[in-house]
């Protein structure tokens, strides 16, 4: 597998401050595969001073010609596509059909989006006597997670690109090397010097010393609600912008006129994709008493086809967690369900593998909302389902969590779903089985964050307001 010995700063690959480095592992094999610099906090001023030199330039170039450099970086994208899956799977245990499918095209399709966005985004507007100028903010300070290593940097580079602003990306220590392989397509892009910068690193060194940088003008990060926190009181502290997707524990709400087994298929699918990996997954399936029984039964007949295994296989659908870490957190929230009185219909701690870190797809039924896992983010391929007994009782279910982020609705149709889900206090909510929009706002509510991402909504986050009088 390959990997670079430098950072890209300045538009160029230069040596790292220091010599400590980063072992990348296969979660699928246990090996290390790679070894990628470990940043410091002089790697980080080095990359945050590269982008101060190249922001007024980047600022003052003309939308249109933002939008062809952001169209050139998707394109350098697209002809890596086989390259970056790959990538994906090595790194992350991502199935390689779900890192063709997902990993390497949203990413595409996202900067695609911000291409066109760029040439045709109202920065100035006239209000009254008043003209109102949308200006970028300036340096960002990037810290991406390792579950959509590609997705979540694309989604804060190129908005970011899009009004005018420099950045400095932190990649996740699990999966560097697919945010080298982006730098690369950025540099062939031919972006100038200095506009996108990746350094890896370790999130306590780099990633504290990006947060901090006096030179950041806004801090995007996207990760657990704790770290977030973290980061928040740093930029607060400092009076700079902030940008979290954080956490996540959404409810999938089966109404009692929905096509239950279609509602309960897709649920289970979507808690199992990418190893349960994705702050958005619909971890909490809520049933009307009455059918309860019967979801249950389906949902334990649909995880049996999502059995773990090795991801290079065309056929995988479930691979190992990132990491032995994240693979005991999942372990020890099972072990917890049990523990607390959930029925345990499917999976369990029992390792599927010797090798790797594997945790095998967990259903679990009996789940009132107080339990533990109902109410932590587990980050695993582990479904709760829950029974209510009326609407207010699945609402007040819904909504009892300190998180916001996602959830979906099922009806028997869609002005049914849309009515509850309207009640929702949550940030984006699928009604029966909704398509991914790379234009619609994604980011949560409570403890799920503050801000948005793609879309107009994403490129706000990144711009300033400036008031013309007349």
Not at 57 to 85: N, Y
Not at 170 to 190: I, M, R
Request: aromatic content about 6%; proline content about 6%; charged content about 20%.
């Amino acid at each position: 597998m390959k990997a670079q010995s430098s950072m890209y700063i300045g538009g160029e690959w230069r040596p790292a401050a220091g010599a400590d480095t980063i072992a990348v592992v296969n979660p699928a094999t246990e090996q290390v595969i790679a070894e990628v610099p470990a940043g410091t906090a002089e790697d980080i001023d080095a990359a945050v001073r590269a982008a101060r030199a190249a922001f007024p330039g980047w600022a003052a170039t003309p939308p249109a010609e933002r939008a062809a450099r952001i169209a050139a970086l998707r394109d350098a994208m697209a002809a890596r596509k086989d390259e970056i899956a790959e990538t994906v799977t090595a790194e992350l245990g991502s199935p390689l059909r779900l890192s063709r499918a997902v990993h390497a095209s949203a990413p595409v399709a996202v900067a695609g989006s911000y291409a066109e966005l760029a040439a045709s985004y109202a920065f100035e507007e006239r209000i009254g006597n008043s003209t109102v100028l949308m200006e970028p903010v300036g340096v960002v300070g990037a810290i991406t997670p390792w579950n959509y290593p590609l997705h979540q940097i694309v989604a804060k580079v190129a908005p970011a690109l899009a009004a005018g602003c420099t950045i400095v990306v932190k990649p996740a220590e699990d999966t560097p090397l697919t945010a080298q392989l982006f730098a690369e397509a950025v540099h062939e892009a031919g972006l100038p010097a200095g506009v996108v910068n990746v350094v890896t690193g370790i999130g306590a060194v780099a990633g504290q010393a990006l947060a901090a940088h006096e030179d950041v003008d806004l801090v995007s990060f996207t990760g657990s609600t704790a770290v977030g926190r973290l980061i928040g009181a740093t930029a607060g502290a400092a009076v700079k912008r902030v940008a979290l997707e954080l956490g996540g524990k959404s409810a999938n709400v089966i109404l009692p006129s929905a096509d239950l087994a279609r509602a309960v298929k897709a649920g289970v699918a979507n808690v199992m994709a990418n190893s349960g990996q994705t702050c958005s997954a619909w971890t909490r399936m809520l049933v009307h008493t009455d059918r309860y029984d019967e979801a249950v039964e389906a949902a334990g007949a649909a995880v049996a086809s999502y059995r773990a295994g090795d991801p290079q296989d065309e056929l995988c659908r479930v691979g190992p967690v990132v990491n032995a870490g994240q693979r005991a957190r999942v372990r020890g929230y099972i072990e917890k369900g049990v523990a607390e009185g959930a029925r345990l219909v499917a999976g369990g701690t029992q390792p599927p593998h010797e090798t790797g870190y594997f945790v095998a797809p967990t259903v679990f039924a009996d789940v009132t909302p107080e339990m533990s896992i109902a109410q932590e983010e587990i980050f695993g391929p582990v479904l709760s389902i829950l029974r209510y007994e009326d609407e207010d009782d699945a609402l007040r279910i819904a909504n009892g969590t300190v998180y916001g982020l996602a959830g979906a609705v099922w009806a028997g149709d869609d002005d049914e779903a849309v009515a509850f889900a309207r009640r929702m206090d949550t940030g984006q909510v699928d009604i029966n089985g909704g398509r991914f929009n790379p234009l619609a706002p994604f980011g949560g509510y409570k403890q799920s964050g503050i801000g948005r991402e793609l879309g107009p909504h994403g490129l706000a986050e990144y711009l300033q307001t400036k008031s013309l009088q007349f």
